[in-house]
């Protein structure tokens, strides 16, 4: 086909509406428009993802200003958030992007960490392949063979730490960490005493500085505590309470904007997002009973489909249809069948009635002179948490209103937060929940905007507390096999997914911390050179295993050193620190040394403390209490499934070797909207 | 027809703060806002593009949202000060104007970000504790006991809203009756748990102001008159009312989603109204001499109701309801069929007719005690009444604010030189711990302590428009403005007295001028000198509220690294 007849065949098309964006010279027939991936192109677009959020990262990173597209202005540091809110185009980075949200809504935390890694990784590689191309000659260009040496090596390494950092981890790092478990976690509170109380806290200090600045995180991490204090389950599995707070955070918090987040605090009971449709009552803090209505009180006098036939005084008898004389006569008995149940409600000693809809104007004005009040329209979240707390059941059928479906409240009063007024109530204890206070939080701040990330910081702390919790080769594979999922739905082509191995159950507990810091990723780092160095004793495949370890290892320095990054001797310091404490114990395992350990990174190697890193000083006094300086701590399950995460997404974005533009129907409609697309991903990789 | 479109990529910018355009756009909304504080602010007009009305104003409430920018950081302030301002209503502009100088001035001293916000929160701690504390320089306990600081402090806030274009009378005039209103709302003899009652506020145009009056109980529109007749016959104690919510105009609307056939020959609308007439006949047995309804009473049932010497009033609407019930007890009726309780009944001591301009209104006296109280706002225009009504219902919320913290601050800008001074001898006597505290060095630490001073001091001086200078004398701290145009040899001569009118000069006072450098000193309290008021107050929960939310402002938008901004 000539070059002309293409042109044509081109316009044809168009003009009937296909292909109209495909640049013409480049168009081969019936084929979609083909973007090879290059290697280098790989690492451009995740390099220019970790520009953006280095700028929030670390202890000396800032907020991100955002607009939505309804134009309200938000801050955010969530990672995900910021990669959500650059509406990427080109696929490459909106895989990476997916495999970032899928980890982090698994995790709530990590995302910023695992950009950092991920580009870290494929410098590494890039520099690796450029070096020594694969020897064989079979490949057609020198990118295609840099291409196919950086898959193997993302293989390798992805098979090598689904193999092998499980016991990496537990020999190299778990013993300078400490564990927290749930049990002492809840034990602890009772007697308020401080360590594992303090951990938890500092735990989700870390968290918060990370998410919502240093100015705020010890008020947040306290708070979230107390929260979790009062939702404590005794007879039930750790996790669960932490499970029932993430589940039903909408109808815990309410969020009121207008206030210093200082002003934040927690209030016993719940709080109903709704005002009371009645003059409220006017009583003081005393016992009331409820009763949660799903439906109209009132009956409708015909349901849709339903024919009233009036006549003349003769009885007409149809399928589906009431009769009488006057129509005036029907409203009547709805009215009458209305008092009725009000009758049977005030026997009961019904006071307030909370409803699911509108009620009628007859149920309010009766509801008032019965002296009830009246909540209408609360949402289905909250009325079955208030079923939950409460022990009623709700009443389905407004005439079979029963003992069990009347709950007795402390007190049900109006509470103003904010612009709104809602309602307020308080349950008895029972017995079940001897030790749970129900409690919701009220989250304050300048404007909507705040208040939505602090509320986004919340939930991703339970979630980051319940992953910490969770045994770790569960969430691995579950976690694995929802990132390759993702990855497969959302490439427009990739060639094959790597093999995953069934995980084995690894030998660590959940519940695991280390100091935050980079503490992490120095102790790996050793680990890692260390495995290498052995490795290449024994193994057979010599080069190549101390390779991918070297690699890791050196990828993974990239977190510390952008933590220390406004000032490199710090960061020289803290590297150095470190060899030395664990070269100068021969036998760096041994519980001997532990607290130790433990107690000089605890005092020197957390970088929010600048001052202290001048004068830290190497106490050995061993019997110096773990963590007892304000560091803060991070999970290592977390850090592991991160580091798997991200070596998955590797591996997928580099079995990627070439992107089709597909048009679908949505794409035809605006030959104009199209061509800036293909103009737009041509750009991104030229960066 | 929905149309699913392709998102554009977002617009990015790397460290915002550094942009020459967007400090200038802040420079720009700093430099608005500055010109319309206090007293003798400057009006701006505002009218959109499609020649709708046109709005003169100086309040924050007004201007800020009509400023729409494509700027975030813009965005991102409005909404804080907006949010404020609709909790506490006032202190807005206060509040928008340091936070713009904070932003300024930390970007001046040019200190790393971080350093700026830790100090910046350090000295917000340091405020907040001050003023909460009881040795407290710039604030005053207010006396219930007598009515005069509440006026002080209604008068300052309506004074600060030039807009409303009050003569000194008026304004005199207007807070009397501000103050009047609230106290009506407080209920006296209440133990337990204090509700407080509603001011209905009913607007008036093309009357003077000073024609404006408060009374107890509710005034009803009344669109005719021919129940003044009605009127004088009718026994001045506890006549009986009756109160619908429903609407009395024959339509069912709680039926539901059947369809309804009705055969020839049926008259479904006599059939209702006949229903409506019992209850017509039920009311007028009950000896019920007023009746409203919160909808549409059917013209047949009216007319039957006067017939029998009822004052008819329909069309309530639903914000008159609640006030109305807790005026005359009575509960809504909603139910047409059954007989009406008698305890839904309501009371009304006294009915009358008042007018005022064109309108003509009916009067409800309250029973006994009540809360309830209609507050009559007149004006020769209608942009002034809207400021003027604004500005009433600001008061009232100020003033409402006080009864949970029952004290003010120093108004005329002398609380902010007082705070200013007190920070700066404190954050130097202590430098040492504070730096320990933030982890900064010191010179670091001074230069955010001088950054925060001078902001404070920034808007005390936006007080003045008319080219004259802002001083603080160096003793109390207080801030005290020099007209442009006087020229004397001695300075207290021209000074009179500082902002608040606590101080008076004296020859042996010294002065600085705002932002210069002076030495550092301990702002002596004044003594307890009873005879000596303050003349301008400023609420103390609104503005500690505002300092709180503009240092936090200011502290977001220094953090900012990152602009990302979706344009779809």
């Not at chain 1, 202890?59 to 200003?65: A, C, K, S």
């Not at chain 2, 639903?318 to 109305?324: A, H, S, V």
């Not at chain 2, 001083?471 to 001695?490: I, K, Y």
């Amino acid at each position: 086909m000539g070059i002309t007849a293409l042109q044509q065949t081109t316009e044809e098309a168009s003009s009937l509406g296909y292909g109209g964006s495909v640049p013409v010279g480049l168009m081969v027939a019936e084929m979609p428009p083909v973007e090879c991936l290059h290697l280098d192109h790989v690492v451009q677009t995740v390099c220019a993802l970790e520009s953006v959020v280095l700028r929030s990262f670390g202890p000396e990173g800032g907020q991100v200003l955002f607009t939505r597209d309804t134009g309200q202005a938000m801050l955010s540091r969530s990672g995900a958030r910021i990669l959500t809110a650059l509406r990427l185009e080109h696929p490459l980075a909106r895989m990476v992007v997916e495999c970032v949200l899928k980890h982090s809504s698994v995790t709530g935390d990590g995302s910023k960490t695992f950009i950092l890694l991920l580009a870290s990784l494929l410098r590494m590689i890039h520099k690796m392949a450029c070096k020594e191309p694969n020897v064989s000659h079979t490949y057609t260009s020198r990118q295609t063979a840099e291409a196919s040496t950086a898959r193997h090596l993302a293989d390798k390494i992805l098979a090598f730490a689904l193999e092998e950092l499980d016991n990496l981890i537990a020999m190299g790092v778990i013993p300078y960490g400490c564990c927290l478990s749930w049990e002492d976690f809840t034990a602890k509170k009772h007697l308020s005493g401080p360590s594992n109380n303090d951990c938890v806290q500092k735990l989700l200090k870390s968290f918060f500085h990370s998410r919502l600045g240093r100015s705020h995180c010890d008020f947040i991490s306290k708070l979230t505590c107390e929260l979790l204090t009062h939702w404590k389950f005794k007879r039930d599995q750790p996790s669960l309470s932490l499970e029932f707070v993430n589940d039903n955070l909408d109808a815990l918090h309410t969020p009121v904007s207008g206030f210093p987040i200082s002003c934040s605090r927690l209030i016993e009971g719940q709080v109903i997002h709704r005002d009371f449709a009645t003059p409220c009552p006017q009583t003081e803090q005393k016992a009331v009973k409820a009763a949660v209505f799903s439906g109209y009180l009132q009956p409708k006098l015909l349901n849709a489909g339903q024919v009233l036939q009036l006549g003349c005084g003769e009885q007409w008898m149809e399928e589906n249809s009431k009769n009488n004389r006057s129509i005036v006569q029907f409203s009547a008995w709805t009215e009458r069948s209305l008092e009725c149940v009000f009758a049977n409600l005030q026997s009961l000693g019904v006071s307030v009635i909370l409803s699911a809809v509108k009620q009628s104007a007859a149920v309010l004005s009766l509801a008032a002179q019965a002296e009830m009040c009246v909540v209408e329209c609360v949402s289905e979240d909250e009325l079955s948490l208030f079923a939950q707390l409460s022990g009623a059941t709700p009443v389905s059928d407004c005439w079979m209103v029963e003992p069990e479906h009347v709950a007795t409240l402390t007190f049900c009063r109006p509470i103003l937060l904010g612009a709104h007024r809602y309602v307020h109530v308080a349950f008895n204890d029972s017995e079940e929940r001897v030790t749970v206070k129900p409690c919701s939080l009220v989250i304050c701040g300048l404007g909507e905007g705040q208040t939505d990330q602090y509320t986004c910081a919340f939930r991703d702390a339970i979630r980051m507390l319940l992953s910490t919790w969770e045994p770790m080769g569960m969430t691995a594979t579950t976690a694995s096999k929802r990132t390759l999922q993702s990855t497969k739905s959302t490439s427009s082509h990739v060639d094959q997914i790597p093999n995953v191995p069934p995980f084995q159950q690894c030998g660590l507990q959940p519940g695991y911390v280390i100091p935050a810091g980079g503490t992490f990723e120095f102790l790996l780092h050793h680990a890692l050179l260390q495995n290498g160095t052995s490795c290449s004793a024994s193994d057979d495949i010599v080069t190549s295993g101390l390779a991918v370890s070297q690699l890791l290892a050196n990828a993974l320095l990239i977190v510390p050193r952008q933590i220390y990054s406004h000032s490199p001797r710090h960061f020289l310091q803290a590297q150095a620190r470190f060899q030395t404490i664990i070269q100068n114990h021969s036998h760096p395992f041994s519980l001997v040394y532990k607290q130790e350990h433990s107690s000089i990174f605890g005092e020197s190697a957390f970088p929010l403390e600048e001052d202290k890193l001048t004068k830290h000083r190497f106490e050995a006094d061993v019997s110096a209490k773990l963590f007892m300086s304000d560091s803060g701590l991070e999970s290592v399950s977390c850090k592991y499934q991160l580091l798997l995460a991200v070596l998955q997404c590797l591996s997928s974005i580099l079995h990627v070797d070439t992107v089709l533009h597909t048009h679908t129907a949505l794409h035809t409609q605006s030959r104009r909207l199209a061509n800036t697309s293909w103009e737009g991903t041509d750009d991104e990789t030229e960066d | 027809m929905s149309r699913l479109s392709k998102k554009s990529p977002s617009l990015c910018t790397d460290l915002p703060l550094d942009n020459a355009d967007i400090c200038k756009k802040l420079d720009l909304l700093r430099q608005l806002l500055r010109s319309c504080f206090g007293p003798t602010g400057r009006l701006k007009q505002v009218h959109n593009n499609i020649g709708g009305h046109v709005v003169t104003t100086s309040t924050s409430s007004v201007l800020l949202p009509a400023i729409s920018s494509s700027q975030p950081f813009i965005n991102l302030i409005k909404t804080s000060i907006l949010n404020h301002v609709s909790r506490f209503s006032d202190c807005g502009l206060f509040a928008a104007i340091l936070c713009l100088s904070l932003i300024e001035q930390a970007k001046q001293s040019g200190l790393r970000g971080n350093v700026a916000i830790r100090v910046n929160k350090h000295l917000l701690g340091l405020c907040t504790s001050y003023l909460l504390g009881e040795d407290c320089g710039c604030k005053v306990k207010l006396d219930f006991c007598s009515s005069q600081s509440l006026i002080t402090l209604a008068r300052s806030v309506i004074s600060s809203k030039p807009a409303c274009v009050l003569t000194e009378p008026e304004t005199l005039h207007i807070s009397r009756l501000a103050v009047q209103a609230f106290l009506l709302t407080v209920p006296c003899s209440s133990p337990g748990i204090v509700s407080l009652g509603k001011i209905v506020t009913v607007s008036v145009e093309g009357h003077g102001v000073l024609n404006s009056a408060v009374f107890p109980g509710v005034l009803l529109d009344m669109p005719d008159v021919f129940t003044v007749d009605q009127l004088e016959n009718l026994p001045s104690d506890a006549l009986r009312m009756v109160l619908f919510s429903a609407s009395l105009a024959g339509d069912l609307s709680e039926l539901g989603d059947g369809i309804i056939e009705v055969h020839p020959g049926v008259d479904t609308d006599s059939q209702i109204l006949d229903q409506l007439l019992e209850l017509g006949k039920q009311v007028v047995k009950d000896e019920v001499k007023l009746c409203v309804c919160q909808k549409v009473i059917h013209p047949v049932l009216q007319q039957y109701l006067r017939g029998h010497g009822i004052i008819v009033v329909e069309r309530l609407g639903i914000t008159l309801m609640e006030p109305l019930t807790q005026l005359t007890g009575a509960q809504p009726v909603a139910t047409l069929h059954t007989t009406i309780p008698a305890k839904a009944y309501g009371r009304v001591r006294d009915l009358r007719i008042r007018t005022f301009g064109f309108k003509t209104m009916l009067h409800l006296h309250p029973p006994g005690e009540c809360v309830i109280c209609t507050m009559i706002l007149c004006h020769r225009n209608e942009t002034m009444l809207n400021e003027l009504k604004g500005v009433c219902q600001k008061t009232e919320h100020v003033l409402r604010l006080t009864l949970r913290e029952p004290s003010a601050l120093l108004g005329g800008g002398c609380t902010e030189t007082h705070l200013a001074a007190y920070l700066r001898h404190k954050s130097m006597n202590e430098i040492q711990e504070t730096v320990s505290v933030l982890g900064c060095s010191q010179t670091e630490c001074l230069l955010g302590v001088e950054g925060f001073c001078r902001s404070l001091e920034a808007v005390a001086a936006a007080l003045e428009h008319d080219g004259g200078s802002s001083l603080m004398d160096l003793t109390h701290a207080h801030h005290w403005s020099h007209p442009a145009d006087v020229l004397t040899e001695h300075m207290e001569d021209s000074l009179g007295s500082c902002g608040c009118g606590l101080v008076e000069s004296s020859p042996n006072q010294k002065w600085t001028y705002l932002n210069s450098k002076y030495p550092q000193f301990s702002p002596a309290p004044l003594s307890e000198d009873a005879s000596v008021q303050p003349h301008v107050l400023d609420s103390f929960t609104a503005k500690l509220n505002a300092l709180q939310v503009a240092v936090e402002t200011a502290n977001l938008a220094l953090d900012v690294r990152y602009l990302i901004q979706d344009v779809n």
